[in-house]
């Protein structure tokens, strides 16, 4: 299941999150026996394509993982960040799940393998033991032993194992979860000859099953499901464009000087 939240206003907070009217967008199947801690929420459908807009009266247990979040990692950082506040303040359950990796070295420096509240969501981060993959031994017994606690793992990002472990765990537990490759399979990335043995031997035997078994793949635009047309992957397309928080534009130190860059 993905959810989709339209911009809240300026004003909004927690404390009026009951009273935000938002767009939950399911476009997965829900098989019986698959762990929902709130089936009222789900609208009592086999397979749901869309449910009517609701006011929070329940809430969703959501799992984000992702390699790290350090800021120099750019846009899908921020994405998250954007997403667990949204749904967090929204009333949902939100965590986030990542290792201490920095970029483009290093580690974030600050508490591991305990929980961390953030800005309405709970981060979770663990020492990484091989820092280019992003393996984190931590990370791989946490989801193991906790995915199955929740009702929707998004998975954000390929080629590392944070993606791999928790599409793995999700099915191991029948969790359903949203693969969110940001781009990396654009023929452009897809197809450099940098590391591109190790991407193919990765693919085969990780990538492409994470992806082909999710419950759905979310694009963020059409042309980037257009490019991965030729990669024959089977699992179900969503194109849900990733939101931004306008406020964070709203800086008078920052009027003019994009313009004058340009």
Not at 156 to 167: F, T
């Amino acid at each position: 299941s993905f959810i989709a939240l339209k911009p809240p206003p300026s004003s909004f907070s927690a404390s009026s999150a009951s009273n935000f009217v938002f767009e939950l967008r399911l476009e997965l199947d829900i098989e019986q026996g698959t762990h929902i801690s709130n089936p009222a929420r789900h609208c009592g459908g086999s397979r749901i394509e869309k449910c009517v807009p609701f006011v929070a009266d329940f809430f969703l247990k959501i799992l984000h993982v992702l390699e790290t979040m350090a800021p120099a990692y750019g846009g899908p950082v921020r994405a998250i960040q954007t997403y667990a506040t949204w749904l967090g303040a929204a009333g949902e359950d939100v965590t986030i799940c990542t290792t201490d990796k920095d970029v483009p070295s290093g580690i974030i420096r600050g508490p591991v393998n305990t929980p961390i509240q953030e800005n309405g969501y709970t981060l979770w981060r663990f020492a990484t033991d091989l820092h280019p993959y992003a393996y984190s031994r931590q990370m791989g017994h946490w989801l193991k032993s906790h995915v199955g606690r929740f009702d929707i793992v998004h998975v954000h990002g390929l080629y590392r194992y944070p993606p791999i472990a928790a599409a793995r765990y999700a099915r191991r537990h029948n969790v359903p979860y949203i693969m969110r490759p940001f781009g990396s399979l654009d023929p452009y990335l897809y197809n450099k000859a940098e590391r591109r043995s190790f991407k193919r031997f990765h693919e085969r035997l990780f990538d492409f099953p994470a992806l082909n078994n999710a419950s759905a793949i979310q694009y963020t635009a059409d042309e980037e499901m257009a490019l991965t047309k030729p990669l024959g992957l089977r699992a179900p397309a969503i194109i849900i464009p990733v939101g931004l928080d306008a406020d964070i534009f709203d800086r008078p130190d920052l009027d003019g000087r994009m313009r004058k860059k340009l």
